[in-house]
């Protein structure tokens, strides 16, 4: 599987970015999908994921009420949709696919691929 993150970029206190992951190489809609940040000198963390079907999502603290993930099995992508950015969001983002199970699980090791990763910046 082959993941490819894209949407970051430098964006005001405020506002808004959608970060959009194309996965390829496997039948997409079996995996759960989620999205990870990494800041610098930090742990990555956890930020949302979906189940295959889309029917279920959970998401960080951090990103409740902020942040909307979903996916389009057709086209293959996940896509997290931030809003109310805050200068606390900035980190690099990765988009993450766990083949091994049909439920959501936060831990990043048990996560099978990973995409490249994508910068966001938040300014204040």
């Known amino acids: 599987v082959q993941l490819q993150a894209s949407g970051g970029g430098l964006v005001q206190a405020g506002g808004s970015l959608r970060l959009s992951c194309a996965a390829s190489?496997?039948?997409?809609?079996?995996?759960?999908m989620g999205w990870f940040r990494q800041a610098p000198g930090k742990d990555r963390e956890f930020v949302a994921a979906?189940?295959?079907?889309?029917?279920?999502?959970l998401y960080a603290d951090s990103a409740k009420g902020r942040f909307t993930i979903s996916r389009d099995n057709v086209e293959s992508k996940v896509y997290l949709q931030m809003n109310s950015l805050k200068p606390e969001d900035t980190a690099v983002y990765y988009c993450?696919?766990?083949?091994?199970?049909?439920?959501?699980?936060?831990?990043?090791?048990?996560?099978?691929?990973w995409g490249q990763g994508t910068q966001v910046t938040v300014s204040s």
């Open positions: 190489g496997r039948t997409f809609s079996g995996f759960v």
């Open positions: 993450a696919a766990d083949l091994s199970r049909r439920i959501i699980t936060t831990k990043p090791l048990l996560y099978n691929y």
């Open positions: 979906i189940t295959w079907n889309g029917i279920t999502t």
